[in-house]
């Protein structure tokens, strides 16, 4: 695919359940970034990854949040045990050295219900 | 934290008109960017303003970026309905997260 692409769309799970989110970023970014966006808010950094090197994972919220990106490609989000303030929709983006990394693609995002 | 603050919250004008939205920042960049959404989704990157830059322009955008106040513009000219839209601007340090503003959320009326 040409973009960055993101599953599921949509997920509705009830409160203290594990949720995983999916981020296939464009072929050949190393760059990869999870935002999370709250309802009417700007976008919150919660983790980056490039290359090999160990991911910057200041932005992550709580020890229920975690990623992983294996072999360099697509990255999974996992929050453990949901509460209702994980609610936001998570976009996942990435970028490359031939845009100077500054653009970042984004995905069209997968809006996280917890109920 | 954010680190951008975008001016006003809220924006509404007439088609053919022209928006002007601000965007202030705290700490040294080496750019600043701006982006769009549309329906609360992904973003698309509009316009990229170096440090050493002070305008920057991309078809009926126009960007301006004055590092001593620490401040940004986006100016839409002529205005339509598809730039409805919610505008950030972020600012960056190369391959590294990006710190987004709260963003404007511009309605064009036709």
């Known amino acids: 695919g040409a973009g960055v692409s993101q599953s599921p769309s949509n997920k509705v799970t009830e409160k203290g359940k594990d949720v995983e989110l999916r981020c296939d970023p464009i072929s050949g970014h190393t760059a990869l970034y999870w935002y999370r966006q709250s309802l009417g808010q700007g976008l919150e950094f919660l983790i980056y990854f490039q290359g090999n090197s160990a991911p910057d994972k200041s932005g992550l919220p709580s020890d229920r949040f975690s990623a992983e990106r294996t072999g360099g490609s697509v990255s999974t989000l996992t929050i453990q045990r949901t509460q209702q303030e994980d609610s936001a929709v998570y976009l996942c983006?990435?970028?490359?050295?031939?845009?100077?990394?500054?653009?970042?693609?984004f995905g069209p995002g997968t809006r996280l219900t917890v109920l | 934290s954010q680190q951008g603050e975008e001016d006003p919250q809220a924006l509404s004008i007439q088609e053919g008109e022209n928006a002007t939205m601000n965007c202030s920042y705290k700490t040294s960049i080496n750019n600043l960017q701006w982006y769009r959404q549309n329906s609360g989704r992904g973003l698309v990157h509009l316009i990229l303003?170096?440090?050493?830059?002070r305008e920057k322009h991309s078809g009926r955008l126009r960007v301006t970026l004055d590092t001593s106040k620490k401040s940004s513009s986006l100016l839409i000219t002529a205005s339509r309905a598809a730039d409805t839209a919610s505008y950030f601007c972020?600012?960056?340090?190369?391959?590294?997260?990006?710190?987004f503003g709260q963003g404007t959320r511009l309605t064009i009326n036709p």
């Open positions: 303003i170096r440090s050493n830059e």
């Open positions: 972020a600012t960056g340090q190369g391959a590294q997260k990006l710190v």
């Open positions: 983006a990435s970028s490359s050295r031939t845009s100077d990394w500054n653009e970042q693609f």
